[in-house]
């Protein structure tokens, strides 16, 4: 795993449940604002899916973006987190 993997996985930790960032978001904490494909291609490769929460990171206009197992898994993950936070509060 190459460092700037690393760090996209750190940044990506650091989204808080219930909520979502954007690829460029992402890219621009790691440390290479212009990496946004870069983030798009690490995340693909996510090795811990269910640890480190990729599908929180989305599009910049708003849409949905890939997920490893899906786009309709990831809505519902997305919707599912926004419950929980939003029982939390």
């Known amino acids: ?3 700037f993997a690393k760090r996209v ?8 449940l219930g909520e979502v960032r954007t690829y460029k978001w992402v890219a621009k904490k790691a440390g290479k604002p212009k990496a946004v494909r870069a983030v798009g291609q690490i995340l693909k490769r996510n090795p811990f899916p269910f640890f480190i929460p990729c ?3 989305v599009n910049a206009n708003g849409n949905i973006g ?3 197992f899906g786009q309709k898994r990831k809505k519902e993950l997305l919707n599912l987190e926004r419950l929980i936070h ?3 509060i």
């Open 1 to 3: 795993m190459t460092p």
């Open 9 to 16: 996985y750190k940044v990506v930790l650091s989204i808080p």
């Open 55 to 57: 599908h929180r990171v």
């Open 66 to 68: 890939g997920y490893a």
């Open 86 to 88: 939003k029982s939390m």
